[in-house]
């Protein structure tokens, strides 16, 4: 089986799956991380394998999904659910029950395990804004740390489980604040287009996920008919004075601003680039959204890397911008 959505074929030294809490005490008391590498993978959609690796692979398994407390006065519950579920499916068991906040995420690869570590985002909403509390484990010593939501110093496409404690900590399980009542997100223009095109003026949490997921396939490729790691590179921010300059030269460029100064849109330079729907080797760039990477068929993870690299240079030769993979190489 290819715990990686881009369809490249990998190996490691050791691949253990945890499906209860004494598998992961097991695995923690052995040591056996403190004396080799380590990868904790989820559903592997943003992971790019490049080579064998050279130690133990681990791909948390745990199931479960239930109401902690709530709702209190405000209408808010708290809902935990567990790092191995799959993230979409969470979301959907949300909406079926009447749990609400979460709806802006469907679709979106991956577990519930990867959505603090990464701070998964789309449509207006990010999982730092429903997260209440996340429970991980202490490589090192195996203790137990409930991480609260300004715990996690999240960020853009990060959090300390990124930076400050990577490789620290395995995160079992996380708790959302959700709400009985339901107010739709819809900060996002072309989510309300497309709720427009319906004819949809008050949307139906259903309805709210159904569009949004009919959106993201109609620009994203699903990863069971085309390999990729969704969103390759991160949206980049660039200064005042560089903006400046950059849209003088280019009035259309997408950007926004943010408090260090602009955020550029990333797939906007892919494509004036010349890079869209461009193929070099096995793999491509998708034709329909720039930002993406495709696995054409059989490609390997050293010819991802070499085509990331082609786009990154020509975009910092045309646009004097570097661009960051928000993709994890191996």
């Known amino acids: 089986m290819i715990y990686n959505t881009f369809g490249i074929p990998a190996t490691a030294d050791r691949f253990i799956e945890l499906h209860t809490l004494d598998d992961l005490r097991q695995l923690l008391d052995s040591k056996l991380l403190q004396q080799h590498p380590f990868f904790v993978i989820g559903g592997g959609s943003n992971v790019v394998f490049t080579r064998h690796f050279p130690g133990t692979i681990i791909h948390p398994a745990n199931r479960g999904i239930a109401l902690v407390d709530g709702p209190s006065a405000d209408g808010s519950l708290l809902v935990e659910a567990a790092a191995g579920e799959e993230w979409d499916a969470f979301v959907r068991h949300c909406i079926a029950q009447g749990w609400h906040g979460a709806e802006n995420l469907v679709a979106i690869p991956g577990t519930v395990g990867a959505s603090p570590v990464q701070n998964v985002g789309a449509y207006g909403l990010e999982a730092k804004d429903i997260i209440h509390t996340v429970r991980a484990f202490n490589i090192s010593n195996g203790e137990e740390r409930i991480f609260t939501n300004g715990e996690c110093r999240f960020g853009y496409r990060s959090s300390i489980f990124k930076t400050d404690l990577k490789d620290q900590y395995i995160v079992w399980s996380v708790t959302f604040r959700l709400y009985k009542s339901f107010q739709p997100c819809l900060q996002y223009q072309a989510l309300t287009s497309a709720l427009q095109r319906q004819g949809i003026e008050n949307p139906t949490p259903q309805q709210l996920a159904d569009t949004i997921a009919s959106v993201r396939w109609s620009k994203l490729p699903r990863p069971e008919e085309t ?75 050293a010819e991802v890397l070499a085509l990331a690299d082609a786009v990154t240079s020509d975009v910092q030769r045309l646009f004097g911008v570097t661009l960051e993979k928000e993709a994890i190489i191996i």
Do not use: T
């Open 227 to 301: 390999g990729s790691a969704g969103s390759f590179f991160k949206n980049p921010v660039v200064s005042r004075q560089h903006y400046d300059q950059l849209i003088a030269r280019y009035p259309d460029m997408v950007a926004y601003p943010v408090p260090e100064g602009y955020k550029l849109a990333a797939g906007w330079l892919i494509e004036h680039a010349g890079w869209k729907g461009r193929n070099m080797g096995r793999c491509g760039v998708y034709d329909k959204q720039a930002l993406v990477l495709v696995n054409r068929g059989g490609c390997s993870g």
